[in-house]
């Protein structure tokens, strides 16, 4: 496995020997993990079954959760999904950026099945980060790329998260530094009448529902049958037992603070990280899965999260704590 560091802003890549590697990769179907604004993803060419196949089996997935493509802009969305009116407006305001729409899939589409899980409906994302849009555009190709982590387990935000939860699974491994939004993106079904939030992410329900002038509907979860199978109740599950909404921090803990004030026995965690001193959510939302990881490696066997606001980010901050602290049993 190789590491091709580059600069996050960077925005041209032709004719740069390291970028056509990394289209030779793709195009042979190999799998190759790439930074994006929200977390990195594991991607593939996804009209190509052997690759698909690949990130599933790189990622230890089960192959009825389906994965999201990347697109190059609105444009090559269309040649896979269909828009409605509400997919067009929240895809003018948020594209490219930390959205993905589910749409009704083209009969045409040329992505494999099991990009989809068989189903009648498409995921698309149109990134922020300009190489995943860049190898898009290159490949003339979706590029299908869930998070770059095994299944379960915390989304890696840094080239070394990956390194360190797929290794030699992948061919490359593109370093941009840490990602900037650092929780998944936000995913809105929007190919029935009424649009309905399926997973909450780095674009905040309220900026969606300004944009849609109406309230969005929330999918309901269920393990038996998962709709937006990231939805399962256990996730991003580290092996110390998480909880959640604590007042006290009990010997043997790690604590997971927010904001400037600490609770009490916050002096006898074994390790402590704050995901934002000033209680900002955005930058809580960049840290948490970084601290959530580090927090692990401290050998603590549980893990006190402090209360964190349920508004703006910290929809997704809360949703993502909850899988977290979910019973195992349910994977
Ligand atoms: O920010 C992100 O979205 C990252 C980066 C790499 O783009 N990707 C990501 O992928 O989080 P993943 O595979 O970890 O989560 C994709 C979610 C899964 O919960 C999957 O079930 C859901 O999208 N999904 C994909 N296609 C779907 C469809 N047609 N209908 C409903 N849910 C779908
Ligand atoms: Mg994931």
Known sequence: MEIWQIDPTRTSFNDDPRFLVALEHLRVGRLVAVPTETVYGLAADATNED????????????????????????????????????????????????????????????????????????????????IMR????????PLAAPSAN??????????????????????????????PVGIESTIVDVSGDTPMLLRPGGIATVELEAVLGRKLAFAKVSD?????????ASHYAPRARVRLDAGTVATDEALLAFGPNLIEGAERALAIENLSKSGDLREAAQNLFGALRRLDHSGAASIAVMAIPDHGLGEAIGDRLARAAAPRSLV
């Open 51 to 130: 690759a698909v196949t690949g990130i599933f089996e790189a990622k230890e997935r089960p192959r009825f959760n389906p994965l999201i493509c990347h697109v190059e802009n609105a444009t090559a969305a269309e040649r896979y999904g269909m828009l409605n009116g509400d997919a067009r407006r929240l895809a003018d305001a948020f594209w490219p950026g930390p959205l993905t729409l589910v749409v009704g899939k083209r009969a045409d589409a040329a992505v494999c099945d099991l990009v989809t899980a068989g189903l009648e409906t498409i995921a698309l994302r149109v990134p922020a980060a300009p």
């Open 134 to 141: 860049a190898l898009a555009r290159s490949l003339e190709r």
């Open 224 to 232: 038996e049958k998962p709709t937006a199978p990231g939805m399962l």
């Open 150 to 179: 095994r299944s379960g387990q915390v989304s890696p935000t840094s080239a070394e998260d990956v390194v360190a939860e797929l290794g030699e699974r992948v061919a490359l491994i593109i370093d941009a530094g840490r990602c």
